[in-house]
């Protein structure tokens, strides 16, 4: 029964994205779950951790190739879970690393920027005349 109502919402939604059904649907079934789901928590690890440990005891009580199924399916899903952890942890340190590479070009453009020194002027001296070996005279015209 869910499931159909499910479906039914899910072509709803891909069908006429522009119907305010639609939109509401879209609000309450996907965009608030996942903002919801996309804060990490520790306990949500610890869950799925003890829901698959409590799983793996009951494969004894399990017979023969129906444990071995449910086997594979668990390490595939512990797998999944782990690789999902990895790559959401990667964006995240992505974006973190971006925002510190935004932050230091933003406080690096609010500071003064070191400039050159000025270089102290040097009176420049003139080259010694030919005739500077005796004093200057006065000369009447």
Do not use: C, N
Not at 21 to 40: E, M, Q, Y
Not at 56 to 67: Q, S
């Amino acid at each position: 029964m869910i499931v159909g109502i499910l479906i039914l919402a899910l072509l709803v939604m891909r069908l006429w994205p522009d119907t305010p059904l639609a939109r509401t649907l879209r609000a309450v079934l996907v965009v608030g779950p996942s903002r919801w789901l996309d804060r990490p928590r520790l306990l949500w690890l610890l869950v799925i951790i003890g829901l698959m440990a409590a799983a793996m005891a009951m494969l004894p009580l399990i017979p023969g190739e129906t444990a071995l199924i449910l086997g594979i399916d668990w390490a595939l899903y512990a797998d999944l879970i782990t690789a999902a952890l990895v790559i959401g942890t990667q964006l995240r340190w992505r974006q973190v690393r971006q925002s510190f590479v935004t932050l230091r070009h933003w406080v690096a453009a609010r500071l003064p920027r070191p400039r050159a020194k000025r270089a102290v002027r040097v009176r420049r001296q003139r080259p010694p005349r030919a005739d500077d070996d005796r004093p200057a005279g006065w000369v009447f015209a």
